[in-house]
């Protein structure tokens, strides 16, 4: 068949997670050899009125973006004569004004959206039926639990669960499991995880201590000096349905049903905090279903005293180091690689070419108000196959993005970057990094047309042919959840668009 000259890649994407099963790959492609062909930046909005703090792709190819209702006004108006009362607000009672965004990537439109207490440093996670749902934040988005549902009649909004959450989620992390439960994990002074939804009949009977599970894990890795240095835990569901949680330098395999840790993995080398606020950023490499062997990789950070050292006006160079860990072996070890800058507050995005994106932070200093310096705009592709170079350095954005800035891969395969605002209002003029409420694109070089004729993609002309495939598609419920993924066909590192595929 004609199909076995092409290369495929199956990519599987959920929030925070990503697969890659290759199914008729004969080889590896090598990655861009190409100095000149370094990715290129578009501006899509100048201002969407508000910070993009946190953004969440979801499956009708609309953005949900928001930042937190703390911040005083925004630039964006709540529909003629709406306004959100709040009498716990810290800054304005009566807010008209909206803190969240729908933004749609086809039309690069967006409409504001109402959302009703604070998701500062709030946590999320898709269902299997393709609704957000998003736990906790500050104040009086503590304990409060929140969905967002597409709709196509463009009228769907923000619905709010007022004190759902058995403990404050403040900087928590949240994973969809297997049985389609979310489980959410630690937060600020939170020793101990919890699922969505609870057991409501038991719940009932007024036990809800049943439901909440001490995990003294959190506790040891908090290093109360550091500003803690263990919020927002890297959570990754292994293939054998355990939880991997790493958090400070150390990590664990989660057995969440029992409640029992079963492995404890040695710690990352170099002593060097990798979680907020020396915040890093982690992925799970791409899996092959059929030779599965889960490989972390935890890259940047910031080295202990940083926050300390910060709010006293020391900028200390951030952590430049990634480690990789196969967490199925008997015994690993951490494999350590240097990135060509140090970085913190840095987002990772698994592309779907199997490659990781590395973009946003900086240079010096920590996450945290005013605490970061040194911009880095240039992000980095790093090739995880590659056995002699790693890291491919990409064009830089005009546009720093530090503090509370966030970036996703789109189902066309660009990515979509926002936000940065270090300051504790809407600050534009008279600051170091003014709050940006821009939205920008970042296409990788696999979207280049020099690219496609560097590498004879033209010559792969699947029109008038029609090829026929078969997928063999993710094996266990441990490696890919139910829910909405994103489907890529990958030719000579080529992918195409992403198309939307429900697995149940
Ligand atoms: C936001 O609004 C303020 C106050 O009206 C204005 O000074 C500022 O320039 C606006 N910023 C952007 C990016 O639109
Ligand atoms: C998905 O499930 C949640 C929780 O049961 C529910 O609130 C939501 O409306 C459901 N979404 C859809 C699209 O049915
Ligand atoms: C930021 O803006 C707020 C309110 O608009 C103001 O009170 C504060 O002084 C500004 N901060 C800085 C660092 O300029």
Redesign the pocket.
């Known amino acids: 068949m004609a199909s076995n000259m092409i290369m495929i890649k199956f990519l599987l994407f959920s929030l925070f997670l990503y697969y890659i099963f290759p199914l008729l790959t004969s080889q590896v492609l090598p990655p861009y050899p190409y100095p000149d062909i370094q990715g290129s930046w578009q501006l899509l909005h100048?201002?969407v009125g508000i910070s993009a703090m946190h953004m969440q792709l979801l499956h009708d190819n609309k953005v949900i973006i928001f930042d937190r209702t703390d911040f005083g006004p925004s630039?964006l108006s709540l529909p003629a004569g709406v306004c959100r009362i709040d009498p716990s607000d810290t800054v304005l009672k009566t807010d008209c004004t909206a803190h969240s965004i729908l933004y749609d990537i086809n039309t690069n439109a967006f409409r504001p959206l109402m959302v009703q207490t604070d998701t500062w440093c709030s946590s999320g996670a898709v269902l299997p039926n393709g609704t957000l749902v998003q736990t906790g934040g500050y104040n009086d988005g503590d304990h409060n639990i929140r969905s967002f549902t597409p709709c196509y009649n463009g009228n769907c909004d923000w619905i709010e669960f007022p004190q759902a959450l058995l403990e404050r989620r403040w900087y928590a992390s949240n994973q969809i499991l297997p049985d389609g439960r979310i489980i959410i994990v630690g937060g600020r002074r939170q020793f101990n995880y919890e699922f969505y939804p609870q057991n409501m009949e038991d719940r009932s009977s007024g036990s809800s201590s049943n439901h909440l599970f001490l995990l003294d894990f959190l506790r040891v890795t908090n290093d109360y000096h550091q500003m803690e240095n263990n919020l927002y835990p890297f959570l990754h569901l292994l293939p054998d349905g355990n939880l991997f949680i790493f958090a400070n330098t150390r990590s664990i395999l989660l057995d969440y049903n029992q409640n029992q840790v079963l492995r404890e993995f040695p710690p990352i080398p170099g002593d060097e905090p990798r979680n907020y606020p020396s915040s890093g950023s982690s992925v799970m490499l791409p899996l092959d279903d059929s030779n599965i062997d889960p490989e972390i990789m935890v890259c940047g950070g910031a080295p202990r005293g940083s926050y300390p050292q910060a709010m006293e006006g020391n900028f200390i160079r951030a952590t430049s180091t990634c480690g990789r860990l196969k967490v199925s072996h008997a015994n690993p070890s951490w494999v350590m690689e240097d990135m060509p800058v140090p970085r913190v507050m840095s987002d990772m995005i698994l592309l779907p070419t199997g490659d990781v994106l590395i973009i946003n932070g900086g240079e010096l200093g920590t996450a945290g108000w005013e605490l970061g310096r040194g911009p880095i705009t240039r992000p980095l592709i790093y090739h995880p196959l590659s056995n002699d170079w790693r890291f491919s350095v990409m064009s830089p954005s005009p546009r720093p993005r530090m503090y509370h800035s966030s970036a996703i891969l789109l189902t066309d395969g660009r990515i979509l970057i926002g936000g940065s605002n270090p300051h504790v209002f809407?600050n534009?003029t008279n600051v170091e990094f003014p709050t940006d409420?821009s939205l920008e694109s970042f296409s990788p070089p696999y979207l280049s047309p020099q690219y496609d004729s560097i590498l004879d993609v033209k010559n792969f002309s699947p029109a008038p042919n029609t090829y026929g495939l078969s997928i063999v598609g993710p094996s266990t419920a441990a490696i890919a959840p139910p829910g909405y993924y994103l489907l890529f066909l990958v030719h000579a590192g080529t992918p195409s668009s992403g198309m939307w595929v429900k697995i149940e």
Do not use: D, G, K, M
Request: no cysteine; proline share 0%.
């Open positions: 100048e201002s630039n809407y534009f409420l």
